[in-house]
């Protein structure tokens, strides 16, 4: 396996626990996962992986001589905005908003691929993802 692969075989295997609730939520017999409020779970792992992404795009701005203060701002604003929603509103509304977080996310990477400071292999890689965990979120909110 090439070291390139490592990064993208993680990147899919993280989508897993939302194609497994996207299963359940549409009725899809999960063995184990029947029993689980799936909602509740895809929303606490959508957070967990907003705020990683968010980290992700802090350490790669922060290690810039110039960081871009307004990236900065936004992945923090983008992260604080779903971990409100995940107190705040029920479990259908916080799924459209992590899958708007996770879009959002998406444009501020997409600018710093722009900048020449992500390698075409993961921008690739982070389109497929992201595709992946929108279309699951989405379709786990509008079966509720």
Do not use: E, K
Request: proline content about 5%; hydrophobic content about 60%.
């Amino acid at each position: 396996m090439s070291d390139l692969n490592i990064p993208r075989n993680l990147a899919l295997a993280g989508t897993l626990p939302f194609v497994v609730c996207t299963l359940a939520a549409v009725g899809v017999s999960v063995p184990g996962l029947s029993a689980l409020p799936w909602a509740i779970v895809a929303n606490s792992y959508g957070l967990a992986i907003v705020s990683f992404m968010a980290g992700a795009q802090w350490g790669l701005c922060l290690s810039r001589p110039s960081p871009p203060i307004a990236i900065l701002l936004f992945s923090n604003a983008v992260t604080l905005v779903a971990w409100s929603a995940f107190l705040t509103f029920g479990q259908q509304l916080t799924l459209f908003v992590l899958a708007v977080a996770f879009i959002a996310l998406l444009v501020v990477d997409w600018r710093l691929h722009h900048r020449q400071w992500l390698s075409q292999h993961y921008w690739r890689t982070r389109l497929v993802v992201t595709a992946i965990v929108v279309v699951c979120l989405l379709l786990m909110a509008t079966s509720l």
